[in-house]
């Protein structure tokens, strides 16, 4: 049997990675950060000094690094030409310069046909999979059995965001997340958008546990 896709979008810090991983885990399927795909190709540019803002320049050399993700929920691993960059791809350098990178249409073209073939391997050869990003519902896997848009308030977002990487300062993270946030959606390529066909579901004031449950009844439902 074909397996199913479960498509999450949403802003920065709305609960997507550790929902998307949640559900994944509870109903056995694979998972797919595809942030971490912009952020490993973000990761090759500046370790090759490679100008981010010059949109030729990156467009000229995003098919060199091979990135390669691996999508087991409760290890999911991403590499760029063999080596562990999990924990490289969450530094400043690369936060501040991933949304540049990702606003290059030959990156996008890049790894979104990457991130279709993992989706068709695990549709394939597993129960299906949960994947997550900006553009999921709306380029990526646009016929997903389970379209859902995550949201908070900002407040809420900056709040999860600063515990996660144990930042002091909720404001200048609340700032972090609204340039971002504003890149991503301003953009010409494939723009942060919520579509009226996803479920739209605001996570502000709720518990992990319950945000997962909630999207668990979309997929038991789902035709
Ligand atoms: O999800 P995360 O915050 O790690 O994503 C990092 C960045 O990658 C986003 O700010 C956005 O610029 C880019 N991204 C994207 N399309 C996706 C996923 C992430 O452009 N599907």
């Given at each position: 049997a074909e397996g199913i896709v479960i498509a999450i979008d949403g802003p920065s810090g709305s609960g997507k990675s550790s929902t998307a991983k949640g559900v994944a885990r509870v109903r056995e399927l694979r998972y797919l950060d595809t942030g971490a795909m912009y952020r490993a190709m973000t990761w090759w540019m500046i370790e090759h000094q490679v100008d981010v803002d010059d949109a030729a320049a990156v467009a000229d050399a995003a098919s060199r690094p091979v990135i390669t993700m691996g999508t087991d929920p409760n290890a999911p691993t991403v590499q760029v030409d063999g080596s562990d960059v999990a924990r490289a791809?969450?530094?400043?350098?690369?936060?501040?310069?991933?949304?540049?990178?990702?606003?290059?249409?030959?990156?996008?073209?890049?790894?979104?046909?990457?991130?279709?073939?993992?989706?068709?391997?695990?549709?394939?050869?597993?129960?299906?999979?949960?994947?997550?990003?900006?553009?999921?519902?709306?380029?990526?896997?646009?016929d997903a059995a389970v379209k859902v848009y995550l949201t908070a308030s900002a407040e809420a977002r900056a709040q999860r965001r600063s515990s996660e990487v144990s930042a002091t300062d909720v404001?200048?993270?609340?700032?972090?997340?609204?340039?971002?946030?504003?890149?991503?959606?301003?953009?010409?390529a494939s723009p942060l958008t919520q579509t009226p066909d996803a479920m739209e579901l605001d996570s502000t004031g709720l518990g992990l546990k319950e945000v997962v449950a909630l999207v668990v009844k979309l997929v038991d439902d789902a035709p």
């Open positions: 791809i969450r530094g400043q350098a690369v936060t501040e310069n991933v949304s540049a990178v990702s606003a290059v249409p030959a990156v996008r073209s890049l790894l979104v046909r990457q991130q279709r073939d993992i989706i068709a391997s695990a549709c394939a050869e597993t129960a299906g999979i949960v994947v997550e990003g900006r553009d999921i519902t709306t380029v990526v896997a646009p404001a200048a993270t609340q700032a972090d997340l609204a340039r971002r946030d504003l890149l991503d959606s301003s953009r010409a």
